[in-house]
Nanobody, 116 residues
Framework: QVQLVESGGGLVQPGGSLRLSCAAS????????MGWYRQAPGKQREMVAI???????KYEDSVVGRFSVSRNDDHTMVYLQMTNLKPEDTAVYYC??????????WGQGTQVTVSS
């Protein structure tokens, strides 16, 4: 059974930093994109950052230069380093793993709140 468990969310002041972690288990995730989505209140879920198959990365425009996604060598962890956080980054952040064949797994989400 595939499980994605996020950690590292919390309350941070504007300009601060957080590092989200996602532990993936129950399958072998070689050949999967791994990354992060977020959903703010009243808004649709959106892609934030993806570590793609072949060691590429994709970022939502508003986080370029502030967020960095990475994964470990055995594809069991994916991280999101967030710096210079802004109030508009406040959302529930979801870990996402997707195969090239379209099989998708989600974590339960972790709340990130950016507020003074």
């Amino acid at each position: 059974q595939v499980q994605l468990v996020e950690s590292g969310g919390g309350l941070v002041q504007p300009g601060g930093s957080l590092r989200l972690s996602c532990a993936a288990s129950g399958s072998i995730f070689i050949g999967y994109d791994m990354g992060w989505y977020r959903q703010a209140p009243g808004k649709q879920r959106e892609m934030v950052a993806i570590s793609t198959v072949g060691d590429g990365t994709k970022y939502e425009d508003s986080v370029v230069g502030r967020f960095s996604v990475s994964r470990n060598d055995d594809h069991t962890m994916v991280y999101l380093q967030m710096t210079n956080l802004k109030p508009e980054d406040t959302a529930v952040y979801y870990c996402n793993v997707e195969s090239v064949g379209g099989v998708v797994y989600w974590g339960q989400g972790t709340q990130v709140t950016v507020s003074s």
